[in-house]
């Protein structure tokens, strides 16, 4: 079945940098990617998507890159803020497959 | 526009004692369902999905159950809790449809003791 690996568990910044995690994925027949954000006793929330036929997405500081050959697809946040700080979740899914996949998730950190 | 809403936000229950956790959904007809437990510090663990009313598929065998009596409502129960029930249960909706956006409810947070 489908597997997501996410990398690295734990990303600590400096506030202003540039914060990358990435998720590799093993079904080629996936075709939808979304990132969520959880902050500590919140619920996850859906910050960003991608969809097999684009190659990139960006919504403001955030972006979303999806290497469809190599299967592998990455958060990009710029400028980090503090309220940057959280849990990230990967996840993948294909058309047949109504579960998503998840990430072990990255706890981000952004030092002041 | 959609939401949906779970209750209650917080439990306490003894061991060998019964669970009942709801989850309704607003403004959307037809939604896939999902039940997911966290534990502290852990990732997203599915335990349930219904893609329609009296339709449910088990991720993870265990002394937990699930119901959708109703298009929009989904339950979560068991008969015997034990002390590994405890952690953060999420309930979730995604749109019927080719991509399988989820949004999550607020959570309920089970303390088994």
């Known amino acids: 079945g489908e597997n997501v690996e996410q990398h690295p568990s734990t990303l600590s910044v400096q506030e202003g940098d540039s914060a990358v995690i990435k998720c590799t994925y093993s079904?080629?027949?996936?075709?939808?990617f979304p990132w969520y954000k959880q902050e500590l006793g919140k619920r996850p929330q859906l910050i960003i998507d991608?969809?097999?036929n684009v190659g990139e997405k960006k919504d403001q500081r955030i972006a979303v890159t999806l290497n469809k050959t190599a299967k592998h697809f990455s958060l990009h946040i710029t400028e980090t803020q503090p309220e940057d700080s959280a849990v990230y979740f990967c996840a993948a899914s294909s058309f047949s497959n109504y579960q998503l996949i998840w990430g072990a998730g990255t706890k981000l950190i952004i030092k002041p | 526009s959609q939401t949906i809403h779970q209750w209650p936000a917080t439990l306490v229950q003894p061991v060998g004692s019964p669970l009942s956790l709801e989850c309704t959904v607003e403004g959307t007809s037809n939604p896939n369902l999902y039940w997911y437990r966290q534990a502290a510090g852990r990732g997203l663990q599915l335990l349930f999905y219904s893609v329609g009313i009296g339709q449910i598929s088990s991720e993870v065998p265990q002394n937990l159950s699930a119901s959708r009596p109703q298009d929009r409502q989904f339950i979560l129960s068991s008969k015997k809790l034990l002390l590994s029930d405890s952690g953060f249960y999420l309930c979730?909706?995604?749109?019927?449809?080719?991509?399988?956006?989820?949004?999550f409810g607020p959570g309920t947070r089970l303390t088994v003791t």
């Open positions: 979730a909706w995604s749109p019927p449809g080719l991509y399988h956006e989820q949004y």
């Open positions: 079904d080629s027949a996936s075709n939808y």
């Open positions: 991608i969809r097999s």
